[in-house]
């Protein structure tokens, strides 16, 4: 009896510090499992940005972050993507923080909106939210009976998630109506938003502890210490942001220009009209994401109109002057908010008014000039007789025996110049001043 509780009791000490071990291990590994999803989002609101963000809080669900993190600095964009952000928030099972920082970041626009449907919403000091007016591509205002239209409704949609969120719909509204706009500590004083963190470290800590029902139902943030990912965006994510740029949908757009125009001057060239109609269907992606000025847009149009009537018309370089002309002032034109880079635009509009200038040279030239093949283009041509004609004998011209006729008896040897032609006879005449 004695030997068996002592067998029971060595087994309890042998076991227990074993099971703690695991126990502890375990714990340890759970809290190393949990981490939180860093979304970088950083530029207009477009439909890459829709895209991308979408991508990101469906990863987020899959690896079962704890929290997913959007760092956000925008000075707006388009509503309808806008929207598709806003319900990727809404909807997702995994708490959505909408952090505007670092320092000299802000929420502009419809950054107001997707700040304020986040699940909670935090700033940086130094940060700014506001000026949610809506306006047309371009920053146009929208014409008034519409206008009102489209505020009313951008107004009540916005009141609606901040209310149901537990912040200042009123003030929202207002960043609608009146374009006003305020700082972190006055978003917080005003609860537009939850808090203010200096970083995603102190952001983390400020986090630990608070309740929040997302599509899954009531979630308590434990965050405190997390580890943190970053979404890395993938290769579409990356070349629809790199398109969005208004540099390089200019670029695009010239180059797809310059190759449409090539390929209907020159028929049959295939690569020009390739790549120029990939390029044109790119720029004009990137131009929905965009504040396009549609004056620009059509004079950047009347430029290449221009440029194809200099191959008609004999305007001595009028034409392809007014062409550059208006392909210069057309660029400057195209993007009122986000202007060209003046250090590509000027270079570029050389390079391209040149070479359509150049095209266009070539075409006229080409156009003008004496014809070097079939029945036109043999008229003219001096040739030796090798068979005496009288009046009808054999000649060699461009290269060829020809049937010949004229109207004096020419010996072989002479030098006869092709005054017209027949069918496969050639009517000639002696070229008295290279005769042999």
Known sequence: MIRYGFALWLRIFFFCPVWAFFSVMASSGFAQDRFALVIELEGPISPGTAAYLARGLEEAQAQKAAVAVVRLD??????????????????????????VGPRGAGAASAGVMITVAAHVAAMAPGTNIGAAHPVEAGGKEIEKTMSEKVVNDMASYARGIAEMRGRNGEWVEKAIRESVSITAEEALDKKVIDLMAEDLAELMGRLEGKEVTTGAGKIILKTAGIAMRHYTPGFRDRVLKTISD??????????????????LSNPGAVFPGVIGAISLILAFYSMQTLP??????????????????EIKIASYGLLSIGGIISLGLGSV???????????????????????FAAVAGLAVKAYRSKPMAGAEGIVGEV????ETID???????HGERWRAVAHEKI???????????????LTVKKAEDLKT
């Open 292 to 309: 396009v000025n549609y004056a620009g847009l059509l004079l950047i149009v009347l430029a290449i109109v221009l440029f194809i009537a």
């Open 333 to 355: 034109m195209l993007f009122e908010d986000l202007g060209v880079s003046l250090r590509l635009m000027l270079p570029m509009v050389l390079l391209v008014g040149g070479f």
């Open 246 to 263: 208004p540099n390089i949908a200019y670029i695009l757009m010239m180059i797809g220009l310059a190759g449409l125009y090539f390929e």
């Open 383 to 386: 040739g030796v007789v090798k």
């Open 391 to 397: 009046p009808e004998g054999v000649v060699f011209v």
């Open 411 to 425: 010996l072989p040897g002479e030098r006869v110049e092709v005054d017209r032609i027949d069918g496969l006879v």
């Open 74 to 99: 925008t000075p707006g964009g388009l509503a309808s993507s806008m929207r598709t952000m806003i319900k990727a928030i809404m909807n997702s099972e995994v708490p959505v923080v909408v952090y």
